[in-house]
């Protein structure tokens, strides 16, 4: 009887697990649909090339290996390629490889863009180029290429109430969100490709596209010496995390289970 009652409280936990996931899921997939449309809204959207399959590197591109995607026009308008770029790529190698449903960029293309100038000519309007240092793990482990999305974070020693740097007290913050990549080192998306470039090594400076404001936080950020370091987003993912907090080391003593039990969470629910 009584391992009855353990077997009969077992599956009811393990039911109620299954549905807390599920609902977990729903809520956000549904927080996802709306970051979706509102970016949609606000930026507006663009149709975009797009891989037909999982694409391995050195694919010499055919027509048939492409299809065309809608998507948020933020960070994909003049980056991306469009329809208007077909003719351009068709019968050019593919430098790495991609999934299915893959947004295509000039730096996915060997030789990159035959028809380009310089750097600035990449610089959309209103927007500037800037270099920051980083090398080794805060640049993940030189593989950030040109062409990719990555957040900026700093870890700073901020000045208390009397004005003074607090030394033993550091602050660590995310500064900017999906920024563009425009060159690692001398690299740019239009640079031919070579084997010491593929292999994500040998830069110690990454040129982001910041806005003014952007820039001017950045250099502010270097000055104080704080470290910066970068982290690699997924090239179709242009969501935003909302009231990132701080963090210090109460935040971390305080937050850690609750971000392990999240991520454990989002784990299971694969």
């Known amino acids: 009887m009584k391992r009855r009652l353990v077997l009969i409280i077992s599956l009811v936990a393990g039911l109620v697990a299954a549905i807390l996931t599920r609902v977990y899921i729903s809520v956000t997939e549904s927080e996802l649909n709306a970051e979706r449309e509102r970016l949609r809204k606000k930026y507006g959207t663009i149709n975009v090339l797009a891989f037909a399959k999982d694409t391995p590197a050195?694919?010499?591109?055919?027509?048939?290996?492409?299809?065309?995607?809608t998507v948020p026009a933020l960070g994909m308008r003049g980056q991306a390629l469009t329809e208007d770029n077909l003719a351009?790529?068709?019968?050019r190698k593919t430098t790495v490889a991609h999934g299915k449903e893959e947004v295509l960029f000039w730096s996915d293309i060997e030789g990159g863009n035959p028809n380009?100038?310089?750097?600035?000519?990449?610089?959309?309007?209103?927007m500037r180029a800037m270099s920051i240092n980083v090398?080794?793990?805060a640049a993940v482990a030189g593989m950030i290429k040109p062409n990719d999305h990555v957040d900026v974070i700093g870890t700073f020693n901020f000045p208390g109430d009397d004005g003074k740097l607090k030394r033993g007290d550091p602050v660590t913050c995310t500064i900017l969100q999906n920024?563009?990549?425009l060159a690692t080192g001398r690299e740019t998306s239009k640079s031919r490709v070579r084997e010491a470039a593929s292999s994500g090594s040998g830069y110690s400076t990454v040129t982001l596209e910041v806005?003014?404001?952007?820039?001017e936080m950045l250099a502010f950020a270097e000055q104080i010496k704080g470290r910066i370091i970068l982290t690699l987003r997924n090239r179709n993912d242009t969501s935003s995390e909302k009231e990132l907090p701080q963090i210090d080391y109460e935040a971390i003593r305080s937050e850690m289970e609750e971000l392990n039990l999240k991520r454990q969470q989002k784990l299971g629910a694969r």
């Open 135 to 137: 090398s080794g793990a």
């Open 88 to 91: 351009d790529i068709i019968g």
């Open 211 to 215: 806005s003014p404001r952007e820039a």
């Open 179 to 181: 920024v563009l990549v």
């Open 58 to 69: 050195g694919t010499v591109i055919a027509k048939r290996d492409l299809g065309v995607k």
């Open 116 to 126: 380009a100038g310089g750097l600035s000519s990449d610089v959309k309007k209103q």
